[in-house]
Nanobody, 124 residues
Framework: QVQLVESGRGLVQAGDSLRLSCSAS????????MAWFRQVPGKEREIVGA????????YFIDSVKGRFAIVRDNAENMVYLQMNDLNPEDSGVYYC?????????????????WGEGTRVGVSS
């Protein structure tokens, strides 16, 4: 059974850093693409960043480029989202997701497995 569990929720101030963790189990972790999505009330879930199965450079949306990083630890079945220089627009519920494919996709419908989400709040 595929299972994803996020952790690292928090309420921080603008300019702070936060690291989210996603623990994965139930499949061969290294075989699939993984992504982090974000959702705020009244808006659709949007992708923040993603990594392919292979160790290619990760993808990030423009608003977080240079501030966010994704680290994938296949040996530990973990993927991390390091968020630096946070601003209020980064607030939301963050989800990690798995796509049973080599490559990532931009839309949530392409991902088969999801964590429960972890909340991040950034105050100005």
């Amino acid at each position: 059974q595929v299972q994803l569990v996020e952790s690292g929720r928090g309420l921080v101030q603008a300019g702070d850093s936060l690291r989210l963790s996603c623990s994965a189990s139930g499949w061969t972790f290294s075989e699939y693409a993984m992504a982090w999505f974000r959702q705020v009330p009244g808006k659709e879930r949007e992708i923040v960043g993603a990594v392919k199965r292979r160790p290619d450079p990760p993808y990030f949306i423009d608003s977080v480029k240079g501030r966010f990083a994704i680290v994938r630890d296949n040996a530990e079945n973990m993927v991390y989202l390091q968020m630096n220089d946070l601003n209020p627009e980064d607030s939301g519920v963050y989800y990690c997701a798995v796509r049973r494919s080599i490559g990532y996709a931009m839309v949530p419908q392409e991902y088969e497995y999801w964590g429960e989400g972890t909340r991040v709040g950034v105050s100005s």
